[in-house]
């Protein structure tokens, strides 16, 4: 039940998640290169500066993804007392 209560807030996180990834990616592709990031759909484009970018793209969405979602949590949990997740991690 708290996992359903929990699922418009998890939305509208992912939501703002993406916003702030886009523009985070943004900003620190700007101290890596003056031009724009090189797109997959571009024929003039080199491979390497391509990777670095999706790479660097895939690392800063995921890490602010995590970051936005603990912290959606945190505070769901704070306002209504109970964790929607688990508590720890599973053992292998």
């Known amino acids: ?18 916003l702030l990834a886009r523009g985070s990616f943004s900003l620190i ?20 500066k391509l990777a670095l970018a999706l790479a660097l793209e895939g690392a800063v969405s995921r ?13 769901f949990a704070g306002f209504t007392g109970r964790w929607p997740g688990d508590e720890k991690p599973e053992r292998s």
């Open 63 to 75: 890490a602010v993804k995590g970051l936005v979602d603990h912290a959606s949590r945190q505070g």
């Open 1 to 18: 039940m708290i996992k359903l209560l929990f699922k418009p807030v998890s939305i509208l996180s992912g939501l703002l998640a993406a």
């Open 29 to 48: 592709w700007r101290l890596v290169d003056d031009e724009r990031p090189p797109q997959s759909d571009q024929r003039a484009v080199s491979v390497p």
